[in-house]
């Protein structure tokens, strides 16, 4: 989520370069008084150690990645505050090393090579992911020496945790967890086609799979150009929506293979059906086109679009840029609900997180530097002086009303009470390959393939795959 601090802070120290009568690019830097919020905190036991005595202070830690998330350059930009406690109270300072989003582990390789590993780089899922693989070829290092997952400062995130785990040994400083996607809707579009709100269904425990394909049903109509989904998330999300995953990884970091789920296979005939009966934006036979070139939310305004599952930080570009596309925000056309829940399942509604996540490079210089900095960001994550910002510039500069809000923390309760990983993203090739043929075959296929066609054609591919990534591991970790 983009912290914008644009309220009355405690400091705020601008640091101008100029030349030639010029303006050049500023560093923003702020600061939070949280006296009140250390000691709230204190009480339950959640405590940053003392700069006198803290391991990795008054050090630079060097940061590998394609952006540089921790100098800010306008109150516009997004504020780590962490990073600035990590500064201010501990004198510590972060070495944007930067690079190439294609290039990023060819470098990371070069320079573990070469003797001078960065300290840290993103470690995320999907795009960003280096779990399992990067690990398994020794670029990054356990991180159980420096992490405690049992403090209650990191309370909350072991369970992610334990999805990033080889032999026993955690991978991945998992510092703050976010919600992978939810059901965004335009309420004027949903009255005008007198369909419930999922908002007040959700409310009611009437938020199902079938409430939701009746209203995709209904809607659609390929004559008026207008589909109920579009976009690259919805049938990923109805997976995710039971709970399970296709490929699951065990305490002990082993994968197997879960594609026999009964529940995955209820997801997998809806997402069928909806693909059978043209409830999703193409053009043509071309199942892969997306409407206005892959524009975010393009037709939900119009009333072309029912549904465009997708995350939750899509709502915080500008106003006028959300209200062009979602709906009047500032009248209260947009809003959400979560994902809708299974209903021959058990009875609970999921929520897939997304993770904010370091890797610690093999060998580095500074582990203690990059713990503690995560320290930081930890502790801010939870300090609800912080909190309370966040929630007020999402209602002041963003124009949430309070049901947005309110839906905000619905949906980060559900991820965080049934914590679940998509896996995906850094897994080898012929791995990565069959997993993409099983979520994509019956969206993308011109004819939509059955669950069990799709079974039957990747089911010995996927198990033997799987077993090859276990004994990489077995041989490389």
Same mark, same amino acid.
């Given at each position: 989520?983009?912290?914008?601090?644009?309220?009355? +802070?405690? +400091?705020?120290?601008?640091?101008?370069?100029?030349?030639?009568?010029?303006?050049?690019?500023?560093?923003?830097?702020?600061?939070?008084?949280?006296?009140?919020?250390?000691?709230?905190?204190?009480?339950? $036991?959640?405590?940053?150690?003392?700069?006198?005595?803290?391991?990795?202070?008054?050090?630079?830690?060097?940061?590998?990645?394609?952006?540089?998330?921790?100098?800010?350059?306008?109150? /516009?930009?997004?504020?780590?505050?962490?990073?600035?406690?990590?500064?201010?109270?501990?004198?510590?300072?972060?070495?944007?090393?930067?690079?190439?989003?294609?290039?990023?582990?060819?470098?990371?390789?070069?320079?573990?090579?070469?003797?001078?590993?960065?300290?840290?780089?993103?470690? $995320?899922?999907?795009?960003?992911?280096?779990?399992? =693989?990067?690990?398994?070829? *020794?670029?990054?290092?356990?991180?159980?020496?420096?992490?405690?997952?049992?403090?209650?400062?990191?309370?909350?995130?072991?369970?992610?945790?334990?999805?990033?785990?080889?032999?026993?040994?955690?991978? *991945?400083?998992?510092?703050?967890?976010?919600?992978?996607?939810?059901?965004?809707?335009?309420?004027?579009?949903?009255?005008?086609?007198?369909?419930?709100?999922?908002?007040?269904?959700?409310?009611?425990?009437?938020?199902?799979?079938?409430?939701?394909?009746?209203?995709?049903?209904?809607?659609?109509?390929? /004559?008026?150009?207008?589909?109920?989904?579009?976009?690259?998330?919805?049938?990923?999300? @109805?997976?995710?929506?039971?709970?399970?995953?296709?490929?699951?990884?065990?305490?002990?970091?082993?994968?197997?293979?879960?594609?026999?789920?009964?529940?995955?296979?209820?997801?997998?005939?809806?997402?069928?059906?909806?693909?059978?009966?043209?409830?999703?934006?193409?053009?043509?036979?071309?199942?892969?086109?997306?409407?206005?070139?892959?524009?975010?939310?393009?037709?939900?305004?119009?009333? #072309?679009? #029912?549904?465009?599952?997708?995350?939750?930080?899509?709502?915080?570009?500008?106003?006028?840029?959300?209200?062009?596309?979602?709906?009047?925000?500032?009248?209260?056309?947009? =809003?959400?609900?979560?994902?809708?829940?299974?209903?021959?399942?058990?009875?609970?509604?999921?929520?897939?997180?997304?993770?904010?996540?370091?890797?610690?490079?093999?060998?580095?210089?500074?582990?203690?530097?990059?713990? @503690?900095?995560?320290?930081?960001?930890?502790?801010?994550?939870?300090?609800?002086?912080?909190?309370?910002?966040?929630?007020?510039? +999402?209602?002041?500069?963003?124009?949430?009303?309070?049901?947005?809000?309110?839906?905000?923390?619905?949906?980060?309760?559900?991820?965080?009470?049934?914590?679940?990983?998509?896996?995906?993203?850094?897994?080898?090739?012929?791995?990565?390959?069959?997993?993409?043929?099983? *979520?994509?075959?019956?969206?993308?296929?011109?004819?939509?393939?059955?669950?069990?066609?799709?079974?039957?054609?990747?089911?010995?591919?996927?198990?033997?795959?799987?077993?090859? #990534?276990?004994?990489?591991?077995?041989?490389?970790?």
């Amino acid at each position: 989520m983009k912290r914008i601090l644009t309220l009355s +802070l405690a +400091l705020i120290m601008i640091f101008v370069l100029v030349g030639c009568g010029k303006e050049k690019r500023q560093i923003i830097k702020l600061t939070l008084s949280t006296e009140d919020s250390e000691a709230i905190l204190a009480a339950a $036991g959640i405590v940053l150690p003392d700069a006198e005595e803290a391991k990795g202070a008054n050090s630079t830690v060097t940061w590998l990645a394609w952006y540089d998330e921790f100098h800010n350059y306008s109150e /516009d930009e997004i504020i780590n505050t962490g990073f600035y406690t990590f500064t201010e109270k501990y004198g510590g300072e972060v070495e944007w090393i930067e690079c190439d989003y294609f290039e990023r582990m060819n470098d990371l390789a070069n320079l573990v090579l070469a003797g001078n590993p960065p300290d840290f780089t993103p470690f $995320g899922t999907n795009s960003t992911a280096v779990y399992p =693989m990067a690990c398994i070829k *020794g670029q990054y290092q356990p991180v159980d020496d420096y992490i405690d997952y049992d403090d209650p400062l990191w309370a909350g995130m072991k369970e992610t945790a334990d999805y990033f785990v080889l032999k026993g040994q955690h991978y *991945g400083i998992i510092f703050d967890l976010g919600v992978a996607n939810v059901v965004p809707y335009n309420r004027r579009v949903i009255e005008e086609w007198g369909f419930d709100d999922p908002a007040e269904l959700y409310a009611n425990d009437e938020w199902t799979w079938d409430v939701f394909y009746e209203m995709c049903m209904e809607f659609s109509d390929g /004559d008026e150009n207008r589909y109920a989904l579009d976009g690259y998330a919805y049938a990923g999300a @109805l997976v995710e929506s039971t709970g399970q995953q296709m490929l699951q990884v065990d305490e002990n970091g082993v994968f197997y293979s879960n594609l026999d789920s009964p529940e995955i296979e209820r997801a997998q005939n809806l997402i069928y059906d909806l693909a059978k009966n043209d409830c999703k934006y193409h053009e043509g036979t071309s199942m892969w086109a997306l409407r206005n070139n892959a524009t975010f939310g393009a037709g939900v305004k119009d009333g #072309l679009c #029912l549904f465009y599952v997708i995350g939750i930080s899509f709502f915080t570009d500008t106003v006028e840029e959300v209200s062009a596309l979602w709906g009047d925000i500032e009248a209260g056309e947009l =809003m959400f609900a979560p994902l809708p829940r299974d209903p021959q399942g058990d009875g609970i509604y999921y929520e897939c997180s997304t993770i904010s996540a370091y890797g610690m490079v093999k060998d580095c210089k500074n582990p203690d530097g990059v713990a @503690l900095l995560a320290a930081c960001n930890r502790f801010k994550i939870v300090d609800p002086t912080v909190v309370r910002i966040d929630r007020k510039q +999402l209602e002041e500069v963003y124009k949430w009303n309070q049901e947005m809000l309110e839906m905000w923390d619905t949906c980060r309760e559900i991820a965080l009470a049934n914590q679940r990983i998509d896996l995906t993203g850094n897994l080898p090739d012929g791995l990565q390959n069959t997993i993409n043929n099983l *979520g994509n075959g019956i969206i993308r296929n011109t004819t939509p393939s059955t669950w069990a066609q799709l079974k039957e054609q990747n089911q010995e591919s996927f198990d033997y795959y799987i077993d090859e #990534l276990n004994s990489l591991i077995s041989e490389g970790v």
